[in-house]
Nanobody, 125 residues
Framework: QVQLVESGGGLVQAGGSLRLSCVVS????????MGWFRQAPGKEREFVAV????????DYADSVKGRFSISRDNAKNTVELQMNSLKPEDTAVYYC??????????????????WGQGTQVTVSS
């Protein structure tokens, strides 16, 4: 059983920064790609960022490119999302997710096998 626990969310003013962390327990962390998604009230869950097993490949949603950065530490079983220049439209519950596929990194939520419980990020204007 794989368990994912996010932390680091909170309330921040527009233009500020937050760093989200996700600790993964269970199967070998380096076996899966890791993604971050978010869901705002009344909206579908959307892709934010993904990082490959080795950390050598990343991808970002257009809306966060240049502002967010994803990283992982396979020795500590953690994946992080550094969020800078936050905007009110970044307000959402943020989820980390693990993808066990042998294929390349994916941006579709249904591809992911395990999910955390989410952490709230609120950006005030």
């Amino acid at each position: 059983q794989v368990q994912l626990v996010e932390s680091g969310g909170g309330l921040v003013q527009a233009g500020g920064s937050l760093r989200l962390s996700c600790v993964v327990s269970g199967r070998a962390f380096s076996s899966y790609h890791m993604g971050w998604f978010r869901q705002a009230p009344g909206k579908e869950r959307e892709f934010v960022a993904v990082i490959s097993r080795s950390g050598g490949s990343t991808d970002y949603a257009d809306s966060v490119k240049g502002r967010f950065s994803i990283s992982r530490d396979n020795a500590k079983n953690t994946v992080e999302l550094q969020m800078n220049s936050l905007k009110p439209e970044d307000t959402a519950v943020y989820y980390c997710a693990a993808d066990l596929t042998i294929a390349t990194i994916a941006t579709t939520p249904r591809t992911y096998d395990y999910w955390g419980q989410g952490t709230q990020v609120t950006v005030s204007s």
